[in-house]
């Protein structure tokens, strides 16, 4: 069973008619994954419980909506996003390109030389825990590579964890979340959300709220109750999702996975098809359209509750 799996391959058989456990497990065990990822891209969220750390924009409002719901917890709300460290590459002669990349296991330092491009990973999250430790391997790197802490003094932000210059991608499976930063003889700076929020609320359907005045002063106006106006000026980390999938969504992935499977088991040949279990029959030139629609009529009903419809949001 996958982790986005909705359902149990039991829970699965149980909608699937005339189908003998154990005889085609592995096709069955597929078919839920693919459902499974189709019914989230339907209902534009996840559903099982999960931790996410997003980043966005401040919209002016009491409210900030967040991407996931129903809301477990929130772990933390940071704002203020400010440069805490500086890589340069000082050797321009030998270096014609020059830049930093921010991964989700640590720095990748690209430079290029007469036409050769050397990358460098070895300044790791897991192995230099502080921004302090990385700044301190990328000073022994040589070949021109430079870096510093920011700060008057320096333990301002070095004994800061490295991997919080990691944000990770709120949409597909990217692994990059700043640069690539050109640093040929300019300095790369890597930003970080550093202030705590505490003036906040959070309601369990999906949004934070401003609630109580006086308590950020480092924000623009911070007797009006709103988040400030901003470019992905808020680091929200919080857990969401159900902790157990509602037994609705858990039919309409059942179901849908018994219609797919029984499009896939016909024979070809035949002028009529008939499902079994949703009492449904298709004429030979009506099978195909079925597999091309986002969700059947039965499911889309069954899910209809859950679909969230997004509207002029500047989220994404």
């Given at each position: 069973m996958a982790a986005k799996d909705l359902v149990t391959l039991a829970r699965a058989e149980q909608s699937m008619q005339n189908y003998t456990p154990g005889s085609n497990d592995s096709v069955v065990s597929t078919l839920i994954t693919a459902v499974s990822e189709a019914i989230e891209k339907y209902c534009c969220r996840h559903f099982y419980s999960r931790s996410f750390d997003e980043l966005y924009n401040g919209t002016g409002d009491r409210r900030l909506v967040l991407r996931e719901y129903p809301i477990q917890s929130v772990q933390s709300v940071r704002y203020r996003p400010v440069t805490v460290l500086k890589i340069?590459?000082?050797?321009?002669?030998?270096?014609?390109?020059?830049?930093?990349?921010?991964?989700?296991?640590?720095?990748?330092?690209?430079?290029?030389?007469?036409?050769?491009?050397?990358?460098?990973?070895?300044s790791t999250f897991a192995g230099f825990p502080t921004l302090q430790g990385l700044a301190n391997n990328i000073n022994g790197l040589g070949n021109g590579w430079t870096a510093q802490v920011v700060g008057v003094n320096p333990g301002d932000y070095g004994s800061w964890p490295s991997a919080d210059l990691y944000?990770?991608?709120?949409?597909?499976?990217g692994v990059q979340s700043q640069g690539a930063l050109t640093a040929r003889g300019v300095f790369a700076e890597l930003k970080m959300h550093t202030y705590e929020l505490a003036g906040y609320q959070w309601d369990p359907r999906g949004w934070l709220l401003r609630a109580i005045p006086y308590t950020d002063p480092e924000l623009l106006h911070p007797e009006d109750l709103i988040w400030p106006v901003g470019i992905n000026n808020f680091r929200v980390q919080?857990?969401?999702?159900?902790?157990?999938?509602?037994?609705?969504?858990?039919?309409?992935?059942?179901?849908?996975?018994?219609?797919?499977?029984?499009?896939?088991a016909r024979d070809p040949a035949a002028k009529t098809v008939h499902l079994q279990g949703s009492g449904a029959t298709f004429s030979s030139h009506a099978v195909p359209r079925l597999a091309s629609l986002r969700a059947p009529d039965n499911v889309a009903r069954l899910l209809a509750p859950y679909r969230r419809y997004t509207m002029a949001t500047n989220q994404g």
């Open positions: 340069q590459n000082t050797d321009q002669l030998t270096n014609q390109r020059a830049t930093v990349a921010v991964t989700s296991t640590g720095l990748t330092l690209v430079r290029v030389a007469s036409g050769v491009t050397i990358t460098d990973t070895s944000v990770p991608s709120s949409y597909g499976d919080y857990t969401a999702g159900y902790t157990t999938i509602p037994e609705a969504v858990q039919e309409a992935c059942a179901e849908w996975v018994n219609e797919l499977y029984q499009l896939a």
